[in-house]
């Protein structure tokens, strides 16, 4: 069984950057790989972005892509996700994900195994 705390969200303008953290219980963390899912209210869950289990490759989704950035340290078992030039329809739950051991960076939540509690973010206008 795997634990993901993530942190780091709040409310911040339109404009303003957040960076997110998850940090994960597993010693076999470095062997998985690890994404960020959002949910709005009323909206399905979307993916954001996900990171191989090396960090060697990374993939975004169109609508965060130069904005946001992740990245991961298997030493201190955590993911940060650096959001920047926010936007009021990036305010959503945000959850961080974590595959099996050996499993691949894809953009279903099916793919995923492990979710953490989500952390609010908030973007006002």
């Known amino acids: 069984q795997v634990q993901l705390v993530e942190s780091g969200g709040g409310l911040v303008q339109a404009g303003g950057s957040l960076r997110l953290s998850c940090v994960a219980s597993?010693?076999?963390?470095?062997?998985?790989?690890v994404a960020w899912f959002r949910q709005a209210p009323g909206k399905e869950r979307e993916f954001v972005t996900a990171?191989?289990?090396?960090?060697?490759?990374?993939k975004y989704a169109d609508s965060v892509k130069g904005r946001f950035t992740l990245s991961r340290d298997n030493a201190k078992n955590t993911v940060y996700l650096q959001m920047n030039s926010l936007k009021p329809e990036d305010t959503a739950v945000y959850y961080c994900?974590?595959?099996?051991?050996?499993?691949?960076?894809?953009?279903?939540?099916?793919?995923?195994?492990?979710w953490g509690q989500g952390t609010q973010v908030t973007v006002s206008s």
């Open positions: 994900a974590t595959t099996r051991p050996v499993g691949s960076a894809g953009t279903a939540p099916s793919e995923y195994a492990y």
């Open positions: 597993a010693s076999t963390f470095s062997t998985r790989a």
């Open positions: 990171v191989n289990w090396s960090g060697s490759s990374t």
